[in-house]
């Protein structure tokens, strides 16, 4: 069965991107695997000397890696392996200071590297290894932020990263105004839900 791996980070218990995603997950049951990564319940690893010389030796050396340094990298070739395994990933999370919450970057910076999602050729030019992958990104925010807003930041980033995985087919369920009242809030989040609609019908369309 097609697999969709989740990657969420809901530390709010009454979080509107937890609503969207609970609206996902009750719509496309019986049609996809879920995978759950609860970044909350397990922290994905963050590089320290060990790790980070390990990274540079396989991933820009070209060598192979054994005791400590073969042990460092473990935590992050798995999280690395999780996401090569499925077929979509959907992000879920709240925004922060106007940009994905710390531990979220710190998930991406994990799993974005060179050698494994990231492939550099002999000119430099980098070519993602997930090009079958589709994903979601979903998230709250307390304004609305248009298209050349300095403060519209999780669209732009997240194509970036996940474009440099090689995932093009994108789509993005934002919930704004969460900090403008409950009349709209509601309006957002069932313009995020009808968002979700249609990634569902696509994503996991009879054949």
């Known amino acids: ?11 709010n218990s009454q979080s509107v991107t937890r609503k969207v995603l609970d609206y996902f997950l009750a ?5 996809t695997t879920i995978i759950e990564r609860d970044l909350m319940k ?58 994905e919450p710390g531990v979220v970057k710190s998930y991406i910076d994990a799993i974005l590297q060179a050698g494994k999602l990231i492939n550099y050729d002999a000119q430099g030019k980098p070519t993602g290894a997930l090009q079958n992958h589709k994903a979601l990104v979903m998230f709250a925010s307390g304004g609305f932020y ?19 995985m090689g995932i093009t087919d994108i789509e993005f369920a ?22 979700v609609d249609g990634v569902i019908s696509r994503w996991f369309a009879k054949k």
């Open 27 to 31: 719509n496309s049951r019986g049609s």
């Open 146 to 164: 248009e298209e050349g807003n300095p403060r519209r930041t999780i669209q732009p980033a997240f194509t970036f990263y996940l474009n440099h």
């Open 42 to 99: 397990n922290n994905p690893p963050v590089f320290n000397g060990d790790s980070m010389t390990a990274y540079q030796m396989r991933g820009f050396m070209g060598q192979e890696l054994s005791g400590d340094y073969a042990r460092a990298i473990k935590p992050f070739d798995a999280l690395i392996d999780e996401i090569s395994n499925v077929d979509n990933v959907v992000f879920a999370f709240p925004t922060h200071n106007w940009s």
């Open 174 to 195: 934002p919930v704004g105004g969460t900090l403008m009242g409950e009349e709209v809030t509601s309006k957002s989040l069932a313009a995020a839900e009808g968002i």
């Open 1 to 11: 069965m097609n697999k969709t791996l989740v990657v969420s980070y809901l530390p």
